[in-house]
């Protein structure tokens, strides 16, 4: 044995146990070996410890450097394990190299039909609703595209991790349970599939599973922290330990971090590292070296988190121990991944798994994995409940032996689930669903284990609290016992897994079990029948109101159960009628504890009387749980349904309970309901037994108990009471007319509630089509909406589906909203105004709706109650309630009291009731008459109704007659008049079956006609009488007018003549714009037209005042949002520099980052402005010291929301006039020429000032500025008249240079997020900054909604950029003149290359819109020093606009990209395209053979065209805005014709290369020097950002049309920072594509000294602060505006209904609606994501309160 003893001296250093190390070789030893277990023992006792868990890495761990050194640790690891402790296992199972032989062992493998795929965490599942055996029952992603269901109707939902697809079970499925690939072949046969494999190999498998599966389970149940199972004892043991901290339910993240902090003294971050490791795996060490140390921060722990509960589980552990467990779940996961290849060994492992030890019961390993599984940790769990299920449930044989087991250790596993705090998920109680859900399975365990009696008894002994008579009693639950009871609600899931499919078929073994556990569930129901009693408080207030929640749960949990046993009985008689039986004794047996002290009486009334006893529900005890009642209501219907009753009556113990007592219970609680007056009117269940027990009892002697339980009989025996009672107070007045709706509604329902199979002739599809109908008679309904108002069979169908089309019909949305269905108008005539599902709010919006249609449509408002069903023969006798006398004398008493209408004693409900009431009798009557002969007929109401009654006033219908009459009952009048028509109709009925009962009953409906033609010539009269009596009116309203008009002749000339004015300018002006006079519209340049003289008066919104816009005037502002904008950004990676040293006077074309100004439009004067943001910012402070919510804007950051319109701002810009003219007043008059100086004398001033400007700040900053008089030589000469030391006059007061002021600083603090500084240089700069990319992001939007480029902008931004750009223009006069003139003359140069001027940027690095903007707006600076008189600013402008303009066609020409096409070319190019060539040819001598050769002057010239026409646009905007100048004609409308109007309007040539032509001599040296930049050459030759024009608008990502796709991307995304480890909430960024793990600790990083979220983070790089979101689990689209500002926003995804599922709880197929994804990039493309988060917030406080930096 020497040989197998592993050499200790050669394991010193890894590196030569990697080189030494043969797995072939050890596995021969172990084979050779005559112990396999001892010698496998000895090894992984060697090599583990030192292999795994070497403690933690040398460097600090939250350093970078630290994390690669951890990484490097972890794959040395990974690496060790795999070649040293897992080859030799591989070698010793397949003898030959392990790859080759898994391949091997693959192909010979015929795999089962079963997919068995688990499901990850967020993945996509998909349930067939037509297909599916039941909702359990999912697909994965893969199989539902392969399968038969992607064409049915499906439901998608996001799994929760741990469950697996069902595709190839056939018990899963109706139909199409394969998917292409996993139809089974016909070679598939039952065969063993370990006979496939080698016996040799089958030996060997059996011995290492047995090994291995050994290990692992003795390692992972043993309670030791120090001691290793016997032969693992390590070679050498070192003091080494760890200590190991569990995860539990109970302590939050904060606790747990704040905790570790303390105990192991480290960072904040490493605490949040270790506690997300916990949270995902279960345990994680903290602390790493010997048993003291370690056991010190075990007791910090311990103390310091059991103040308030348990504390958090820490063990000091062996660092051998750790490593040996370590290793264990690797192998068990190891072992998952080898059956994978071959179900031979599959089986295997299943049969090592389940084979008992030799202690017999319960030991095999499975077992005891099981009975241990609340003793391990979260990981653990995890990696053996995966290996169950990729082994035991993927072989049907074992699934079956592994069910059993389950079922034999069910009481004592739940027991344990209860004693555990994790969530069920990772218990192994989880598994029930797999294994309950199969229906030959669950029979099975029902039949073997008596499955369903366990259940409910060990549900029933977790709940231990009763009170005296043996119920439930849940008061005062405490914390402890409420977390208990959550859990115990897992078992009720159970059961109902147990029950979901009821049997086809039944077996005696069946019924015998199905029975008994009936007998248990009885048991628990009758636990529950009169929980929670209640009694009327009188006097005192209650002090503490009792626990009624918990009771509550149980009965809406236990429903669903009752349904399903109720299911369950209708398949089989012989247990119908056992079932029935039983619910009866059980019943009794609760009737038996009522109190028998109650006193019996007698009731008399109408002729009738009745035994009874006293009992007040206000003053005795009462509860609504009866779930014996609900049950047994049930069954009751089933025996009607199957006709059982009337088939073997002799078997039915019908006559063993009396019907009073029947009804007492459930009549007591309706009563209770009516006293509460609970509005909720679902009571299906009480009033079917009320139903059941009026149906056999004498209808007298029911209307009277009914009367005596609410307490109002006494008002209706005799007249004197009613009389006393009025006069007693209003309050018990109020409560009796409330008691009397309400019983009279408890009749109504028990008679007409005919649609439940069994009780009414009636299917399914009748009661679903008639809960359509009444949920859509409220309103129009969408989809949900009506899904959720229907009640759900097992399966989660209503059965909507079938009737729906036919009752009404779809709207599609809009871009908002949601699809509705709407009724069809034929079915109004279903419409009854008592149906049992109405709420009291529903019931009169309905009834509000039915009368204005019928309004609408010219008929009459009575709504009477539509044809009801025929009863069933079980519940026949329940007509008979209509006609009895009991009613009868209560009908006529109301009536009675409504003919006397003096005093309060009657409603208008309540009369309301009594005449649906009689209506329906008179329906029943005529339906009767209609289906049988005269004498078959026992109906006679209408007899009753007319015969003297022995009240004074005689019958009830002459009472009717009277009331027709009475003014007050205006509503009810149709109703009545219906009423007394039915009566007549059933009189001539009657007469004509008496004398010819041959007769057919047609004329009887003739009868109805005649009457109804009366009563429409009728309403035809009235309608015609309305009508003239309205034009009558309209008559008088035009003769009072034309008489004002006359008085007030003057008034109205004056207007008339205004309008007929403005009208036809507005028609001349049409007409000469399509004439050539438009040409003369001209914006820049000596040629403009500048706008005439006209006054601009505003009103402030805060003070109502109208005020002249004028500079000296008081400053008037508009409310305006300044922000960060990456809208346009061509170039998201763009690192911002820092802030104190960026340079924004040169924007590059990528606008990497922009400064985007938008306003409302709203105006006010600064002061009042000023007052209302200091009453801003006094509330904010008292806000902050009273510590209430958060409020939508950041006051600290000058944000408010306009006083008007509450839109989000956090500044004003200063409203100024239309600039004056800058020429001289005669200038009109001259000829153009002489004041127009060409661009070479410009330039050759503008050099000059330029020099002399230089030579004058070198003096001031040589000191020398004092005796600048005495001019050197060397100084340049000053051009005539201008004058350096000349300090220009400021245009503005005080109050508007103030706004100039602090709009300008507020975009230098935004812009550059640094706090203001007024003397800093760049405040201009990104002043021009926001004019300029505000004008350039609206010219895209213009451009992309293909409007106008003027006159279709709405008013606010149309006011928005004329101040904006006004401001821009005048925001120099408030900065100091020098650096103006400094910015000025480096962006001339940057035009015109300087060698004293240093770092100007290369022509590709600019962007030449900013700089043509910044130039113009630097330029009227320098200008101001210019006294000669005469101004040239605007041929300025022009030669500036020339310049750049050539200047960026070579920046097109040089970043161009044209394909050479050979194209039939005429011969002759145009002019433009000779001349883009010639300009094209001398950038190539220029700069060589950077540039490709272009022969084609056509695409040229089409390549610029295209690329300088957003620049055009732009420009056209900044100088109309600029110079006030109107817009030409052709520019107005959309279409065809606009370069030319645009060139003209810009004066520029159409051809634009003309520009370069004309100045060509001047301009060549330019564009040498540009060309000459060595930044050009770099940047073409792949040394920058190459930015192509013309810059394609940004758009959103693009998305799949099915939302699957995206759900399947995010569920296989794994979070980038913790170990490959599913993210919990994927969210994608919609502007960049990038998935993100949101909301999470793992991914949360710093962001100016806070620690954000991804998302949050990766707004600051990807949007500049501004994000938008897609958050694939829950379908919701987040919006995020810096740190604490976000909303939510509804998807671009909807259902085939037309609508969001946001949560993704409905399921429905989801696909991509374009118009609302193109509505959400508009939003963001308009810079609009901000106000919209801000309005959300406003509108909705508890956004405010959500910290979306942590998302």
Known sequence: MAAAEPDTDQLSSPGSEFLNFSAKDTASRWLAAADLQQEVYRHLAAYVPRILCLGPSSSGGSSREGQREEQREEQREELAYQLLLLAPLEWLLLREEPAAGLAQLQENNRPSPLCGHVFKVGEPTYSC???????????????????????????????????????????????????????????????????????????????????????????????????????????????TYYCMLFNDEVHTYEQVIYTLQKAVNCSQKEAVSFATMVDRDGRKSVRYGDFQFCDQAKSVIVRNTSRQSKPLRVQVMHSSVVAHQCFALKALSWMGQIIQYSDGLRRILCQVGLQNGPEGENSSLVDRLMLNDSKMWKGARNIYHQLLMNSLLMDLKYKKIFAIQFAKNYRRLQTDFMEDDHERVVSVTSLSVQLFTVPTMARMLMVEQNLMTTIIRTFVDHLRHRDLQGRFQFDRYTAQQAFKFGRVQSLIGDLKYVLITRPSEWTNQLRLKFLEGLDAFLDLLKCMQGMDPVVRQVGQHIEMEPEWEAAFTLQMKLTHIISMIQEWCSTDEHVLIDAYRKCLSALSQCHCGLPDGEQPISLSLAGHTVDTFRYQVSQDKVSIHLPVCRLLAGLHVLLSRTELSSRVPEQLPLGELSPPLLIELPLRCLVLCAQVHAGMWRRNGFSLINQAGASMMDPNHFLMIVLSRFELFNIFNSADVRKRYREANKDVVQQNNTLIEEMLHLIIMVVGERYVAGVGQVEPFDEVRREIIHQLSIRPMAHSELVKALPENGNKETGLEGVIDIVASFKKPGVTGRGLYELRPEWNKNFNLYFHHYSRADQSKAEEAQRKLRRQKGEDTALPPPLPPPLCPLFGSLVNLLQCDVLLSVEGAVLQWAVESSGGGWTESMLQRVLHLVAMSLLEEQQQLENNRDDDVTFNYTYKITREAPSPSGSVLALLETLQKAPQLEVHKDMITWIIKMVANIKTMREQTASTSTVSVCPGHGAEETVRDRDKAERKRKAEMARLRREKIMAQMSEMQKHFINE???????????????TSAAAETSATGLGPTCVTQVCVGPRRVGRAEHRQLVTCILCQEEQEVRGHSRAMVLAAFVQRSTVLSKNRRHIVPDPERQEPLFMHPDLSLGIHTASC????????????????????????????????????NGEFLCPLCECLSNTVIPLLPHSPDHRCTHSLSLP?????????????????QIATLHSAHRKQSDGTA????????????????????????????????????????????VGLKLNPNEQDPRVPVLSWSTCAYTIQSIERLLMEEEKPLFGSLPCRQDDCLSSLTRFSSACWTVAPLKTVHTHFIRLFTALFPDSQVENTPCILDTDMFHLLVYSVLSYSSVQSLDQSGCSVVDSAHLHLLHLVTVAHLVQILLTSTTEEVCMDQDSEGSEEEILTCQLYNTLRKHLGSVLPQVSSGWQLWRCVKAGILPFLRATALFFHYLNSTAPPADLLVAGPGHWEALCSFLSLPSNLLQVHQNQHTLLEPLIYRWCCHPGVRQTLQGGGVIVRFPRESNRLIELPEDYSVLINQASSFTCPRSGGDKSRAPTLCLVCGSMLCSQSYCCQTEVEGEDVGACTAHTFTCGAGVGLFLRVRESQVLFVAGKTKGSFYPPPYLDDYGETDQGLKRGNPLHLCQERYRKIERLWRQHGIAEVIGHAQEANQTLVAIDWQHL
């Open 1161 to 1196: 439009g709203h105006i006010m004067h600064a002061i009042c402005w000023q007052r209302y943001f200091e009453a801003v910012q006094l509330k904010e402070q008292r806000r902050q010291q009273r510590l209430r919510g958060h409020t939508s804007y950041d006051v600290e």
């Open 129 to 239: 609703r037509e297909c599916a055996a039941d909702p359990t029952c999912v697909l994965c992603m893969q199989c539902f595209l392969g399968s038969v269901h992607k064409e049915h109707r499906y439901r998608m939902t996001t799994s929760g991790g741990g469950g697996f697809c069902d595709c190839g079970d056939a018990e899963a499925w109706k139909r199409g349970p394969y998917c292409q690939k996993h139809t089974p072949t016909d070679r598939h046969t039952e065969e063993d599939p370990v006979a496939q494999l080698p016996a040799d190999m089958v030996a060997r498998g059996y011995s290492i599973f047995s090994i291995i599966l050994k290990y692992a389970v003795d390692l992972l149940t043993c309670d030791q922290e120090e001691q290793l199972p016997a032969g693992l004892e390590p070679p050498e043991r070192g003091d």
């Open 1266 to 1309: 004092e005796e600048a008089e005495p001019a050197g030589e060397a100084e340049p000469a000053a051009p005539e008249g201008f004058r350096v030391d000349f300090t220009p006059q400021s245009p503005f007061s005080s109050s508007i240079r103030e706004m100039i002021t602090t709009f300008s600083v507020s975009t230098y603090k």
């Open 1048 to 1062: 007030n002749k003057e008034l109205f000339q004056q207007s008339l003549e205004e309008l007929e004015a403005s």
């Open 1232 to 1248: 153009v020429s002489v004041n127009h100086p060409t661009l070479e004398a410009w330039l050759n001033t503008t050099n000059q």
